[in-house]
T-cell receptor
Framework: EAQVTQNPRYLITVTGKKLTVTCSQNMNHEYMSWYRQDPGLGLRQIYYSMNVEVTDKGDVPEGYKVSRKEKRNFPLILESPSPNQTSLYFC????????????FGDGTRLSIL | AQTVTQSQPEMSVQEAETVTLSCTYDTSESDYYLFWYKQPPSRQMILVIRQEAYKQQNATENRFSVNFQKAAKSFSLKISDSQLGDAAMYFCAYRSGRSQGNLIFGKGTKLSVKP
């Protein structure tokens, strides 16, 4: 089954404790992206990757890191999480061409205390 | 920079009736793609329908159709014969034909369906 898998689905942690949200896709997609969703703001892009070892900032990259060492994986790293990073996070992937829709993971609910 | 605006934070429709969700966008590009995504309470992001800017014909997927007005930069979603399962957040999204992949979302419209 074609899918984007995010882990964990839920996480409650404390300020300053490094965490990683994993994202994996099995569709051999070149493009992957991370979004955060906040009430009243819709989804905003954090980082994206066009292919292995190619990443770039989205609209709200501050406080986040990513890496793309393998085509299927695109982890999101919060090295020193803060309460303003409490949000719902989505990973998405698509083929290279922009006419193709993005496939989304099921989301990760992060709470930073 | 491109922007997407959904002017209706909340909408309500009676079951079996028709409802239209509004979306406008701002761009100077001629090559782009537009999407509607549905987010039910399970919070999954589900593609409802998409439209290529170069196509004049409005896209249709079963009970879902769009009214794409390129000159007006408008992309509304019509849901016919509304069902209880249509209750969700709906997001309009824009994707440039030049930059590979970056989706720009509106803030969403919460649709309620009354039995």
């Amino acid at each position: 089954e074609a899918q984007v898998t995010q882990n964990p689905r839920y996480l409650i942690t404390v300020t300053g404790k490094k965490l990683t949200v994993t994202c994996s896709q099995n569709m051999n997609h070149e493009y992957m992206s991370w979004y955060r969703q906040d009430p009243g703001l819709g989804l905003r892009q954090i980082y994206y990757s066009m292919n292995v070892e190619v990443t770039d900032k989205g609209d709200v990259p501050e406080g986040y890191k990513v890496s793309r060492k393998e085509k299927r994986n695109f982890p999101l790293i919060l090295e020193s999480p803060s309460p303003n990073q409490t949000s719902l996070y989505f990973c998405a992937s698509s083929p290279y061409y922009s006419n193709q829709p993005q496939h989304f993971g099921d989301g990760t609910r992060l709470s930073i205390l | 920079a491109q922007t997407v605006t959904q002017s209706q934070p909340e909408m309500s429709v009676q079951e079996a009736e028709t409802v239209t969700l509004s979306c406008t966008y701002d761009t100077s590009e001629s090559d782009y793609y537009l999407f509607w995504y549905k987010q039910p309470p399970s919070r999954q992001m589900i593609l409802v329908i998409r439209q290529e800017a170069y196509k004049q014909q409005n896209a249709t997927e079963n009970r879902f159709s769009v009214n794409f007005q390129k000159a007006a930069k408008s992309f509304s979603l019509k849901i016919s014969d509304s069902q209880l399962g249509d209750a969700a957040m709906y997001f309009c999204a824009y994707r440039s034909g030049r930059s590979q992949g970056n989706l720009i979302f509106g803030k969403g419209t919460k649709l309620s369906v009354k039995p």
